[in-house]
């Protein structure tokens, strides 16, 4: 009977290579319904040998390969242990579970472990799957876990710890000990990530209310680029080239690298930059109208003048005012030598501030 059942199921692999493609992809389009960002989505076929070990192990108990319920498997690896409370209910909604198959390992394991805590469905797609056209009822696997979750489970899959009497008694306490940390990790990631999207929530009303409390970073100057002055001084250099601000620059490292000029030149706060921004702002609109016309190789090419312009023009005029702090060092985090190279970025940068001045600075 083994092996018959494993014979036919080889000559059946490319059909639940097929399956497995398919459950790939609804699964993937219905996490991108959730708004979660999931590390990723596999999916993969049992092998012929492991289901040979399988039925070897346990004689008798599958009759057909429609008895072997995780041929086809799909894997969510979630950032949060919380996630893949969302995710269950998101597979629960979506697909006929088949219940006595199904398992919360995270509800059967002791206090004191940690370890393969994933939840495993077995599923059947409703008729109207789209991906699911031509395999009508092919049950398959999904298996949610936390990243964390994954990879404890990989790890002591490689050490061939497939339950706790395998562990030896001797490193026994040193994987709890682990467990724990694991545990805290998850936790404690769970929690940053509130607080990240606490900060994002209570930041329009922290600048508004109390500027001076608010340190620049790129969430703070990614909220900065749509407000004046920054974004009045970006629309006035723009104006100046006779060139659009672009909108909606792909660039999502950009407000980082805006933050640490600004760090590099002593801006910490919302309100420091808010305050220079105003109180130089026609010198940083001058400064940009003199500079970027020598430099058209390093910002034509966009089609336009990139938000946050009018800051890079700031932190250059404040590092060519400052003896010490150099423009070679902003020009070196924006990422702008050879074009043209750096010592001649540095000298028309100086050029144009002492064109806008009026006062020229001893290279």
């Known amino acids: 009977m083994s092996d018959g059942l494993v014979k036919a199921y080889e000559a059946s692999l490319p059909h639940y290579e097929q399956v497995r493609d398919a459950a790939v992809a609804q699964t993937t389009r219905l996490l991108g319904t959730t708004g979660l960002n999931i590390h990723h989505v596999t999916g993969r076929v049992k092998r012929?040998?492991?289901?040979?070990?399988?039925?070897?192990?346990?004689?008798?108990?599958?009759?057909?390969?429609?008895?072997?319920?995780?041929?086809?498997?799909?894997?969510v690896i979630t950032y949060f242990e919380s996630d893949v409370a969302v995710v269950s209910r998101l597979i629960e909604d979506t697909f006929e579970v088949d219940w006595e198959h199904?398992?919360?390992k995270s509800k059967m394991h002791d206090p004191d472990r940690f370890g393969y805590m994933g939840v495993h469905y077995v599923v059947c797609p409703r008729p109207d799957a789209p991906e699911f056209s031509a395999f009508p009822g092919t049950p398959f696997e999904i298996q949610i876990r936390s990243i964390l979750q994954h990879a404890w489970a990989e790890i002591e899959h490689d050490l061939g710890y497939?339950?706790?009497?395998?562990?030896?008694?001797?490193?026994?306490?040193?994987?709890?000990?682990?467990?724990g940390l694991l545990e805290m990790a998850d936790e404690e990631f769970m929690a940053l990530h509130r607080l990240s999207g606490d900060y994002a929530a209570t930041l329009p009303e922290r600048v508004r209310e109390n500027p001076d409390s608010v340190f620049i970073d790129a969430q703070s100057m990614t909220h900065l680029l749509e407000l004046p002055p920054?974004?009045?001084?970006?629309?006035?250099?723009?104006?100046?080239?006779?060139?659009?601000?672009?909108?909606?620059?792909p660039d999502p490292e950009r407000p980082q690298?805006?933050?640490?000029?600004?760090?590099?030149?002593?801006?910490?706060?919302?309100?420091?930059?808010?305050?220079?921004?105003?109180?130089?702002?026609?010198?940083?609109?001058?400064?940009?109208?003199?500079?970027?016309?020598r430099l058209p190789r390093t910002w034509t090419p966009a089609g336009g003048a990139r938000p946050g312009t009018s800051v890079v023009h700031y932190a250059l005029l404040r590092a060519c005012s400052n003896p010490s702090l150099e423009p070679r060092q902003i020009l070196t985090m924006l990422?702008?030598?050879?074009?043209?190279?750096?010592?001649?970025?540095?000298?028309?940068?100086?050029e144009a501030y002492a064109e806008t001045m009026g006062s020229p600075r001893a290279g």
């Open 257 to 293: 690298r805006l933050a640490s000029l600004l760090h590099y030149v002593g801006v910490h706060s919302v309100g420091a930059l808010l305050g220079e921004a105003r109180r130089q702002g026609p010198e940083i609109v001058r400064f940009a109208a003199s500079l970027l016309p």
């Open 162 to 179: 497939k339950n706790r009497e395998a562990v030896p008694r001797e490193v026994r306490r040193r994987f709890y000990r682990l467990a």
């Open 335 to 350: 990422d702008m030598s050879g074009v043209p190279s750096l010592p001649q970025l540095e000298q028309t940068v100086r």
């Open 230 to 249: 920054v974004h009045e001084l970006d629309e006035a250099v723009a104006a100046a080239l006779n060139v659009p601000l672009l909108r909606g620059w």
């Open 102 to 104: 199904s398992i919360d």
């Open 48 to 75: 012929p040998a492991s289901l040979a070990d399988k039925l070897r192990r346990k004689p008798g108990r599958y009759q057909t390969l429609a008895d072997v319920t995780d041929l086809v498997a799909v894997r």
